[in-house]
């Protein structure tokens, strides 16, 4: 006949394992993450936008698209290194979806300028989505193809659609400087015209 410790010490690896096999799972998708890159112009101001959102656990700053290694800002904000400003969005698919980022990345920049995003200018300033697999890949198409049946303006989209390649994250002076630097960015963004034109572009579903 077994002994107490011997009945107990069953019932409490029977509970063990019952908690393994019914928390395994959830664990496991709750730790899932995946990552989206957009480029819109200066990172400071994209950071914000999806900072706010549910689902996202992380958004840095920094550059990527180009060719030069380890570039530092002066070297991307000169031009000439290939890349552009971006951020790099780190979120649980569980919370939010890849075309709610999407959705709010279209209404956070004019897609209807070439190499330039308000007031600044060159193609280290572009807007472009850098997808991460084949299915980011069809879901920023499709969003695109979404937009140009249903824009509030006439001009055309040319935003870039292209494959994620090595981000190098920027100099941490930079990361989340709408934070660090509140009223330096909100002097920033409103003297290169961004809400100003944001509102003329989406109306009332501008970003911000």
């Known amino acids: 006949m077994p002994v107490k410790s011997d009945i ?9 394992l019952t908690l393994a096999t019914a928390v ?6 709750a730790s ?11 990172f400071w101001c994209m950071e914000h936008p999806f900072d706010e959102l549910p689902g996202v656990i992380s958004v840095t700053s920094g550059y990527t698209g180009g060719q030069k290694k380890n570039p530092t800002y002066e070297e991307a904000s000169a031009g000439g290194t290939g890349h552009a400003e971006s951020v790099q969005v780190v979120y649980d698919p569980a919370r939010i979806s890849y075309e709610k980022l999407l959705d709010v990345f279209w209404h956070n920049i004019d897609p ?10 060159g193609h280290q300033y572009r807007s472009a989505i850098f997808y991460h697999g084949a299915e980011q890949r069809r879901l920023a198409l499709a969003s695109k193809a979404a937009l140009e049946r249903n824009k509030p303006f006439r001009e055309p989209i040319v935003t870039e659609i292209t494959a994620a390649s090595t981000f190098y994250p920027a100099e941490e002076y930079h990361q989340h400087y709408y934070k660090k ?5 909100r002097y920033y963004r409103a003297g290169c015209g961004r809400d100003r034109r944001l509102k003329e572009l989406w109306g009332g579903a501008a970003g911000h």
């Not at 395994?24 to 998708?29: F, M």
């Not at 993450?33 to 200066?42: D, I, K, S, V, Y």
């Open 8 to 16: 107990v010490r069953h019932i409490v690896l029977g509970l063990v």
């Open 24 to 29: 395994g799972p959830a664990l496991a998708a």
């Open 32 to 42: 899932k993450q995946e990552t989206a890159t957009f480029a819109g112009g200066c």
């Open 112 to 121: 209807t300028v070439t190499d330039r995003q308000f007031c600044d200018v």
């Open 181 to 185: 630097n509140p009223l330096r960015y």
